[in-house]
Structure formats: structure tokens, C-alpha cells
């Protein structure tokens, strides 16, 4: 393990302009054992983006299914009246998870205001491909399995954006929805992509993707924050539960995390329930152990944790202001991993 070696990476990847700040927490089932800020403070927070979809919204699925108030087998048109077609009737809420449902990425247009609209335009979209055939990284199904979590269609009784404590994570003011403005000073400012109506202006502690701030800073695919030390104590818990500790609060058990963390059967796909998995061409680089899963988010974000090593890595920046490319970010990711894993 070279904690020297990453740190290089980083301080590599700041002064190439790839992000203005970063932070980053490894460590281990009984803690964390490596801590730092670069350009900033170590308790700023940060735009998670998608990393909300395995933090809050997998989570709350999997207590749903734990508690047995949702199937994974549950089919989206028993939970959504438009969701009609002979082409997508076969879809469950598994296939939203593993990114196999044949929705599209993104929806064509700019996003429509407020849930009923979302609800309409993801439901009746035409699909990108015969559901299950392969797997396209889609924003549109965790929207709706954000949804589905809430007490609406799913009758699960989680609210994201209010209580989704309930799903078993660690609520405070250093990982939430919406920060509240007296942390103002603590959050790594984002800018909006160009198609953005908010382009023009600095984002401070409004959510970064269009999507979910059209529904209020609150959806199932983006919208959370923290600090490293917050997605820490959240890796710690799945790592532990992955490792089989049986201590963990719920749903954190060992079978429940398993089961979300098993790569599926789709063909050419590494997903996993939610989470993805290690592919040597991934973001988590070349050096993790098979039994290796994480997410990444488009702001510049990152969580892999690795149970076979007894390992996680967080790694948080904003690069999306102003700063790198997708392509620079994920060159960075994969070289921190391998740094540190030596």
C-alpha cells in the first residue's frame, strides 16, 4: 500500500487543472486510515451526483425488498399506469437497477418540471433496446426508482428528500439532500454544463444536474452531498456487511448486500443492484479484487470498495468546475486506485 504514491496522483491531477479541490478517505472495516484535503478543507462537501444512486436510493430499495414491501421481480407497470407497451411490459424494478430496462441515457429534450411530468416523459419514451438484451447506463430509471421508493406507487414509505434515514444511512449536515445555507462556506462550487438554464452563475450547494434540479434538488439518480468522512462511514458499513458482519444496522445484512452487490446476468454488463463491478477497464482500476464494486458520479466523484482486501476509497472533487474532462477524471481515478494499491 503507497499512500505517497496516490497522494501523487492527486496532487497531479490539481496541478493539471483536471479539478480546482479535492478530498479523499481510505480505509479499512475497523476505520479510516488515510484522510486528506487538497486545495481545501477535509470537511467540505461535495456535489455526490450519482454516487446518490447506490447511497440513497439502492439503499432504500434494498430495505423495501429486506422489509418485503417491494419484489425485485415487481413489474414497473404494476407501479406506473403509463408504463404500457408490449415492448416493455417484461420490465421489473431489477432491470431499473442493473441499467437494463432499454431506456435511454436522457431524456431528448430538456427536462420538464416536477415529478408528474418526469413520471409522463420516462414512462412513455421509446426504448433504446429490447429490455435485458444489454445494459445502458440510464438516469431515467433511477429517476423512476426514486419514485418508486417514495411513498407513491411503491408504497415503500420512504421519502428521499425528507426521511430516507429510514433506509439504514447515516443522516446529518454532512451527507444530505438540499445543504441548508449556513454550510454554504463548506461546499466545492460546481458550474452549470451549458445546456443548463442556470448556465452562467456558480452552483453553491444547488444540485449540479439538471434533472434533479428540476425536481427540487431531490431524485432517485442525483442530489445528495457530503464530505469524504460521510460516504466513509457509509462504505465501512457495506464493507463490513460485504465481509459478514452480522452487526450492521439495516438493511446493511451480509445476504441483503451480497445479493445487491452480484453482478448480473445481462449480457456484456458489469452492473450489479445499483452498484457496478470491477472490470480492469473501469474506473477502479486494475489492481482490485474481483469481488470489487463502486459508483461514480459526473461532478468528479467516486466510492469503490473491495471486501477481499478489506478495503474502500473515497475520492471526491469538482471538476466539473471549471476543470477536467470525463476522460481526465477517469484516467486520475484509475491511477489513484492502482497507486495506492501498488
Same mark, same amino acid.
Request: aromatic residues 8%.
Given at each position: 500500500?503507497?499512500?505517497?504514491?496516490?497522494?501523487?496522483?492527486?496532487?497531479?491531477?490539481?496541478?493539471?487543472?483536471?479539478?480546482?479541490?479535492?478530498?479523499?478517505?481510505?480505509?479499512?472495516?475497523?476505520?479510516?486510515?488515510?484522510?486528506?484535503?487538497?486545495?481545501?478543507?477535509?470537511?467540505?462537501?461535495?456535489?455526490?451526483?450519482?454516487?446518490?444512486?447506490?447511497?440513497?436510493?439502492?439503499?432504500?430499495?434494498?430495505?423495501?425488498?429486506?422489509?418485503?414491501?417491494?419484489?425485485?421481480?415487481?413489474?414497473?407497470?404494476?407501479?406506473?399506469?403509463?408504463?404500457?407497451?408490449?415492448?416493455?411490459?417484461?420490465?421489473?424494478?431489477?432491470?431499473?437497477?442493473?441499467?437494463?430496462?432499454?431506456?435511454?441515457?436522457?431524456?431528448?429534450?430538456?427536462?420538464?418540471?416536477?415529478?408528474?411530468?418526469?413520471?409522463?416523459?420516462?414512462?412513455?419514451?421509446?426504448?433504446?433496446?429490447?429490455?435485458?438484451?444489454?445494459?445502458?447506463?440510464?438516469?431515467?430509471?433511477?429517476?423512476?426508482?426514486?419514485?418508486?421508493?417514495?411513498?407513491?406507487? *411503491? &408504497? $415503500? %414509505? /420512504? !421519502? #428521499? =428528500? @425528507? +426521511?430516507? *434515514? &429510514? $433506509? %439504514? /444511512? !447515516? #443522516? =446529518? @449536515? +454532512?451527507?444530505?439532500?438540499?445543504?441548508?445555507?449556513?454550510?454554504?462556506?463548506?461546499?466545492?462550487?460546481?458550474?452549470?454544463?451549458?445546456?443548463?438554464?442556470?448556465?452562467?452563475?456558480?452552483?453553491?450547494?444547488?444540485?449540479?444536474?439538471?434533472?434533479?434540479?428540476?425536481?427540487?434538488?431531490?431524485?432517485?439518480?442525483?442530489?445528495?452531498?457530503?464530505?469524504?468522512?460521510?460516504?466513509?462511514?457509509?462504505?465501512?458499513?457495506?464493507?463490513?456487511?460485504?465481509?459478514?458482519?452480522?452487526?450492521?444496522?439495516?438493511?446493511?445484512?451480509?445476504?441483503?448486500?451480497?445479493?445487491?452487490?452480484?453482478?448480473?446476468?445481462?449480457?456484456?454488463?458489469?452492473?450489479?443492484?445499483?452498484?457496478?463491478?470491477?472490470?480492469?477497464?473501469?474506473?477502479?482500476?486494475?489492481?482490485?479484487?474481483?469481488?470489487?464494486?463502486?459508483?461514480?458520479?459526473?461532478?468528479?466523484?467516486?466510492?469503490?470498495?473491495?471486501?477481499?482486501?478489506?478495503?474502500?476509497?473515497?475520492?471526491?472533487?469538482?471538476?466539473?468546475?471549471?476543470?477536467?474532462?470525463?476522460?481526465?477524471?477517469?484516467?486520475?481515478?484509475?491511477?489513484?486506485?492502482?497507486?495506492?494499491?501498488?
Amino acid at each position: 500500500m503507497s499512500v505517497d504514491a496516490a497522494r501523487a496522483v492527486i496532487e497531479r491531477g490539481l496541478w493539471d487543472g483536471v479539478y480546482p479541490v479535492a478530498t479523499v478517505e481510505v480505509g479499512d472495516s475497523g476505520g479510516a486510515t488515510w484522510q486528506e484535503a487538497f486545495g481545501t478543507s477535509i470537511d467540505t462537501l461535495f456535489d455526490l451526483a450519482s454516487l446518490t444512486k447506490v447511497i440513497a436510493t439502492t439503499t432504500a430499495v434494498m430495505r423495501a425488498v429486506g422489509e418485503g414491501t417491494l419484489r425485485l421481480d415487481r413489474r414497473v407497470a404494476e407501479l406506473f399506469d403509463e408504463w404500457r407497451g408490449t415492448d416493455r411490459e417484461s420490465v421489473t424494478v431489477r432491470d431499473l437497477l442493473e441499467h437494463a430496462s432499454g431506456l435511454p441515457a436522457r431524456l431528448v429534450d430538456q427536462p420538464p418540471q416536477g415529478r408528474r411530468e418526469f413520471e409522463h416523459e420516462i414512462c412513455t419514451i421509446a426504448l433504446e433496446y429490447a429490455p435485458r438484451s444489454r445494459s445502458i447506463y440510464s438516469d431515467l430509471g433511477f429517476i423512476l426508482l426514486g419514485f418508486v421508493v417514495e411513498s407513491g406507487p *411503491g &408504497q $415503500t %414509505g /420512504v !421519502r #428521499l =428528500g @425528507s +426521511d430516507w *434515514g &429510514q $433506509t %439504514g /444511512v !447515516r #443522516l =446529518g @449536515s +454532512d451527507l444530505n439532500f438540499n445543504p441548508p445555507a449556513d454550510l454554504r462556506a463548506r461546499i466545492a462550487p460546481t458550474t452549470p454544463m451549458d445546456e443548463d438554464v442556470r448556465r452562467g452563475r456558480t452552483l453553491v450547494g444547488e444540485v449540479h444536474d439538471n434533472y434533479a434540479a428540476a425536481l427540487d434538488g431531490v431524485a432517485g439518480h442525483a442530489g445528495l452531498f457530503g464530505t469524504a468522512a460521510a460516504v466513509g462511514v457509509f462504505a465501512r458499513t457495506v464493507l463490513n456487511a460485504r465481509r459478514g458482519d452480522t452487526h450492521q444496522p439495516f438493511p446493511f445484512s451480509p445476504e441483503l448486500v451480497a445479493q445487491f452487490t452480484t453482478k448480473t446476468t445481462v449480457p456484456g454488463s458489469s452492473r450489479a443492484l445499483g452498484w457496478d463491478t470491477m472490470l480492469p477497464t473501469s474506473s477502479c482500476g486494475t489492481k482490485m479484487s474481483p469481488s470489487a464494486f463502486g459508483h461514480v458520479g459526473f461532478t468528479g466523484t467516486s466510492l469503490w470498495i473491495d471486501p477481499d482486501r478489506d478495503r474502500y476509497f473515497v475520492l471526491l472533487t469538482n471538476r466539473v468546475h471549471g476543470a477536467g474532462t470525463l476522460e481526465q477524471i477517469r484516467d486520475v481515478r484509475r491511477a489513484f486506485h492502482d497507486a495506492y494499491l501498488g
